[in-house]
T-cell receptor, first 114, second 115 residues
Framework: AQSVSQHNHHVILSEAASLELGCNYSYGGTVNLFWYVQYPGQHLQLLLKYFSGDPLVKGIKGFEAEFIKSKFSFNLRKPSVQWSDTAEYFCAVNMNSGYSTLTFGKGTMLLVSP | DTGVSQNPRHKITKRGQNVTFRCDPISEHNRLYWYRQTLGQGPEFLTYFQNEAQLEKSRLLSDRFSAERPKGSFSTLEIQRTEQGDSAMYLC?????????????FGDGTRLSIL
């Protein structure tokens, strides 16, 4: 069974600091990878996704993620965080074969102090 | 707002009671998913529908749980004889089809608290 591991449960940063959230998955086949974000009081929203092609994908609000197949990783990055980035971030994976349900990591709570 | 709608937002009930949640997916989305999220965890898959057909159920979905999507539009999730361990956020999501590379759109969830 596939699984997703997010390394940090809580991250605290000051505004303008750089962000990197780790995500590793365990699955031997071809996968699709997603980062979802949940702002306080809101529903889960897609931040970015990787299916194929360029392993460096760009998402909304200045976020990007790099798929490193050899490391089974899909880390999320942002060069300079803002207070409004305070949210919970979830990495998710599914098999890139027809129909497939998502497996989520436990999430990382990011708190950005002004 | 044409997003995924879930009702109620909160449900408090006594142990042993039955509860039912409703999900209205984005219009014309054929695939509908139910997830459960507990504190400190990410969403965990429960079941999904392709139109009105329930195609897969997780081991988390005990026989006290039942889900329906009778006309391929809205869906209901019922929990019978609720237990303390059922306390969680129940999330619904939808996607246009079930293709794995299509992102799912989530609702706000229904928070269930068992007294």
């Amino acid at each position: 069974a596939q699984s997703v591991s997010q390394h940090n449960h809580h991250v605290i940063l000051s505004e303008a600091a750089s962000l990197e959230l780790g995500c590793n998955y365990s699955y031997g086949g071809t996968v699709n990878l997603f980062w979802y974000v949940q702002y306080p009081g809101q529903h889960l929203q897609l931040l970015l996704k990787y299916f194929s092609g360029d392993p460096l994908v760009k998402g909304i609000k200045g976020f990007e993620a790099e798929f490193i197949k050899s490391k089974f990783s899909f880390n999320l990055r942002k060069p300079s965080v803002q207070w409004s980035d305070t949210a919970e971030y979830f990495c998710a994976v599914n098999m890139n074969s027809g129909y497939s349900t998502l497996t989520f990591g436990k999430g990382t709570m990011l708190l950005v102090s002004p | 707002d044409t997003g995924v709608s879930q009702n109620p937002r909160h449900k408090i009930t006594k142990r042993g009671q039955n509860v039912t949640f409703r999900c209205d997916p984005i219009s014309e989305h054929n695939r509908l998913y139910w997830y459960r999220q507990t504190l400190g965890q990410g969403p965990e898959f429960l079941t999904y529908f392709q139109n009105e057909a329930q195609l897969e159920k997780s081991r988390l979905l005990s026989d006290r749980f039942s889900a329906e999507r009778p006309k391929g539009s809205f869906s209901t999730l019922e929990i019978q004889r609720t237990e303390q361990g059922d306390s969680a956020m129940y999330l619904c999501a939808s996607s246009p089809t079930g293709l794995s590379n299509q992102p799912q759109h989530f609702g706000d969830g229904t928070r269930l608290s068992i007294l």
